[in-house]
């Protein structure tokens, strides 16, 4: 398979979006509320089925996983977001392993194993290169399947250089194009460039978001994606002191420029007919924390009653704030004003 690199598959994208830095996840919050949103979250999502899957995985079921992988088949967003969340496991390597024992030959445990290594690699507890090693090895096995890049992706995101990034960010696309998880982990680092820089309504992030939305198909929900970038560019923002620490009472959220991205996004999930999509809840939770923010109480509101419990962390949590308090806040205000 003929993967376009970076400079070919991106031309038109502006030349300094080009070099990708090597960069660190979002702070989780701190103190009581990292406690409370442990109990308040889950990055399953409304997955019944990947719930119970992990729950048997945690009683070392794993034949139960190799069946939910099965049926998973190439739904490329749905597998990278399953094996995602079963990886951050701590008993998922362990139990990956058992699974290759038994089974030498399984793709799909080779995959596994490489995402939950990825994850005792960012704790401190695996050698990257090894790490590295093994999610090649996972993709030499399925050549066109993106999820072994997506855990090398993560991996580079945190521990990797300028060119190891942007090399795997075009392996994932280069397999399918529309990956929500690797758009939102670029946008996620390209947002950190020039933070000590303050406000820049011209900053890459935003070219970068723009440009994938504009490519992406019609029905995909990378069209949220400028919302996603505007979040993102404001956890920097605030973390470095050009922002006010609550979103509500910054201006980041309120000027034209905001004003027409929100507006777009929110028609667009109006009319948005793929409400089947593994991932589509963070997206969700970005445009209604966008919307609150925006003093747009009964479009949150919409937006909140799509959401039910499904909350995530982010943005919620940014800068540095309880996201679960948060979320809980911004949903009262928005259904009292609804």
């Known amino acids: 398979m003929a993967i376009r690199s970076w400079q070919s598959g991106y031309d038109d994208l502006p030349r300094r979006v080009r070099k990708f830095p090597a960069v660190s996840p979002p702070p989780p919050p ?19 089925e990947l719930v119970a899957a992990r729950a048997a995985l945690a009683q070392g079921r794993w034949q139960s996983v190799r069946s939910l992988l099965v049926h998973t088949g190439d739904d ?43 994850h005792r690699a960012l704790r401190g507890k695996e050698k990257p290169d090894r790490v590295r090693e093994a999610c090649r090895a996972a993709a030499a096995l ?20 300028d060119e190891d990034v942007i090399r795997v960010f075009d392996e994932v696309r280069g397999r399918y194009a529309d990956h929500h998880h690797a758009h939102h982990l670029m946008v996620a ?9 303050g406000p820049d309504p011209l900053h890459e992030v935003y070219d970068f978001a723009n440009w994938a939305a504009e490519q992406a198909p019609a ?28 979103p509500r009472a910054s201006g980041h959220w309120v000027g034209r420029r905001a004003r027409l991205v929100m507006k777009a996004a929110f028609d667009w999930w109006l009319e ?12 969700l939770n970005f445009l209604a924390h966008a919307k609150s ?6 479009e949150a509101a919409a937006l909140f009653h799509r959401i039910g419990e499904h909350a995530t962390p982010a943005p919620w949590s940014y800068p540095d704030r309880d996201p679960f308090s948060a979320f809980r806040a911004a949903r009262a205000g928005a259904l009292g004003t609804a």
């Open 293 to 298: 923010c925006e003093g747009r109480g009964a």
């Open 272 to 283: 948005w007919e793929q409400d089947g999509h593994p991932r589509r809840l963070i997206d």
């Open 30 to 48: 701190l103190g009581r509320g990292r406690k409370r949103a442990a109990q308040a979250f889950d990055e399953a999502l409304d997955d019944a």
């Open 219 to 246: 029905d995909s929900p990378l069209a949220i994606l400028p919302v996603v970038a505007h979040a993102e560019r404001y956890r920097v923002l605030a973390a470095a002191g050009h922002e006010s620490p609550d």
């Open 76 to 118: 490329w967003d749905r597998r990278g977001h399953r094996v995602a969340v079963l990886a951050k496991e701590s008993h998922c390597a362990p139990w990956a392993r058992e699974w290759l024992l038994a089974e030498p030959d399984s793709a799909d445990a080779s995959v596994l194993l490489a995402h939950a290594l990825v």
């Open 142 to 161: 399925v050549p066109d399947d993106p999820t072994p890049w997506l855990g090398l992706l993560v991996l580079e995101r945190s521990l990797g250089a």
């Open 189 to 197: 680092g390209l947002a950190e460039r020039g933070g000590d820089g």
